[in-house]
Structure formats: C-alpha cells, structure tokens
C-alpha cells in the first residue's frame, strides 16, 4: 500500500515560511499526493493536491520531486491560525478512494 | 465551512445500543466516505460509496453498516455499541468517484 512518512512535529516562526516535508516512495505513477490540516477536531480540510508539476493557490504551494518519492507543502506566511495537524496523503489501492492519513505533522506557528 | 452537513453533533449513548449518523454531501457530489477518529488510532477510512453503490471498504467492524440513499444523502449505523466506538465520526465527500475529499465537522460518539 502507498504509505507516507512525515516528521512528528514542526515549529514555524509566524509570518516565515513553514515548509511541511513528506515522504511517498512507493506511490504510484499515477496517483495525486494530497495536503489536508486538521485543527483541534474539526473536520480535516483540503489545502492542496497535484501529480508531477508544482502547484500552487491561495493556501499554500506543493513542491513535487521529479521523481515523486516526496514532496514539500509550503504556507508562505504562516500565521498562528495555521497551528494544526498537517496530513500528506495517498489512495490506498487497489479500488475506491480511500485516504491514509497516517500520523501527519504537528505544526506550531511561534508569535 | 465546507458544504458537508453530519448530524448530530454529539451523541452519548450506553454500551449495546444502536445509533444512526447522518450525511448530507457538498451539493453536486455523488461520493460519499466515513471515517473514525479515535484517540489512538487517528484518521481511519471506513467505506465509501458512489452514486449510492459501495465503492471501497477500509476498516469497519460488521456491527458497522452505512448506505448512500438516492437523494445522496448517507447514513452510518452503529449497533451493539461498545466502550471502544466512542469517537469522532467524520464524512466527508467528492464530486467523483477519485477527487479531493472536503470533510463535515464531524459527530462525537460517546458510549458509556
């Protein structure tokens, strides 16, 4: 199964750039890498998602390797509303849509 | 706020007892997915359906059981209730069957 692997915790300094890493090595050719957050408990929420090339909208960017092992999810200016948990996701396969969030990244914005 | 609508919002109930969750989608999707999130065990996918068909199965118990009714809407029973169920219950849907999910605020289950 197309498994992730992120760091457990991050700090980001408010109004700096957090740059989330992410590991995806056995995800398939052509399977998106998805970001959502979550923040205390709410309902997660969709930030970003892409196949090979950067993306960017009005949240963040997603910086993709050219061979697609990782990626890197970048709030440009994190703010302390961005404190939340951070999920890299892929499809399980081999049928439906099924997210595996896993442990995700725990990121704090410092005043 | 993302369009999903989950009632309700908290539920306690005691142990062997059966509730109902329900879902109401983003207007436009047809897909719609559960997920458990307990405090060990994190985000966890349960099913998924399409159109009002089963599309994907992850980890749900067979006390569990969902449908996808016509008008899309969905429901999550859960019968025989027990200690260990208490926890955050999210939906979530898509406009297909393979698109970004968009999440309801979720139901917290407490079982006594």
Known sequence: DAKTTQPTSMDCAEGRAANLPCNHSTISGNEYVYWYRQIHSQGPQYII?????????EMASLIITEDRKSSTLIL???????????????RVPPTGNQFYFGTGTSLTVIP | DSG????????ITATGQRVTLRCSPRSGDLSVYWYQQSLDQGLQFLIQYYNGE???????LERFSAQQFPDLHSELNLSSLELGDSALYFCASSVGEYNEQ????GT???VL
């Open chain 2, 108 to 110: 917290r289950l407490t």
């Open chain 2, 102 to 105: 968009f999440f309801g605020p």
């Open chain 1, 76 to 90: 440009p200016h994190a703010t302390l509303r961005d404190t939340a948990v951070y999920y890299c996701i892929v």
């Open chain 1, 49 to 57: 998602h892409g196949l090979k090339n950067n993306e960017t909208n």
């Open chain 2, 54 to 60: 089963e599309r994907a199965k992850g980890n749900i």
């Open chain 2, 4 to 11: 999903v609508t989950q009632t309700p919002k908290h539920l």
